[in-house]
């Protein structure tokens, strides 16, 4: 048996055409029932984490996490369109940089800028 990568993200929504639309307007992910977005080769990280840690909120099953081709520019981008953007030194390491931000119903995303 061979997986070759992720075939999609399922998750429930409140209002499941306006998330689709915040995610294609602020992250151009063709996101939606008919969206099939096409990503760019790279590596992907698969981690259980133990249930109490800090890393995320612990009431969240999960993080997405998103691989970002220069973070600088969109996170001014959100900025301006009033997302709140969060940043900590510790999160700018050996594997990249990190920021947070949340889409419109509260998940919370981590946007990972590779090391160049």
């Given at each position: 048996m061979t997986i070759s990568?992720?075939?999609g993200l399922?998750?429930?929504s409140?209002?499941?055409e306006a998330r689709a639309a915040w995610y294609r307007e602020h992250l151009g992910i063709h996101a939606g029932q008919d969206g099939m977005w096409e990503q760019d080769a790279g590596m992907t990280v698969f981690a259980p984490?133990?249930?109490d840690s800090d890393y995320f909120d612990t009431e969240q099953p999960f993080m997405l996490n998103l691989r970002v081709i220069e973070l600088d520019e969109l996170v001014e981008r959100l900025e301006r369109a009033g997302i709140a953007?969060?940043?900590r030194p510790e999160w700018d390491t050996e594997y990249g940089r990190f920021v947070r931000v949340h889409d419109?119903?509260?998940l919370p995303l981590e946007l990972w800028e590779l090391p160049s």
């Amino acid at each position: 048996m061979t997986i070759s990568g992720i075939g999609g993200l399922f998750f429930r929504s409140r209002d499941p055409e306006a998330r689709a639309a915040w995610y294609r307007e602020h992250l151009g992910i063709h996101a939606g029932q008919d969206g099939m977005w096409e990503q760019d080769a790279g590596m992907t990280v698969f981690a259980p984490f133990p249930a109490d840690s800090d890393y995320f909120d612990t009431e969240q099953p999960f993080m997405l996490n998103l691989r970002v081709i220069e973070l600088d520019e969109l996170v001014e981008r959100l900025e301006r369109a009033g997302i709140a953007v969060e940043r900590r030194p510790e999160w700018d390491t050996e594997y990249g940089r990190f920021v947070r931000v949340h889409d419109p119903e509260g998940l919370p995303l981590e946007l990972w800028e590779l090391p160049s």
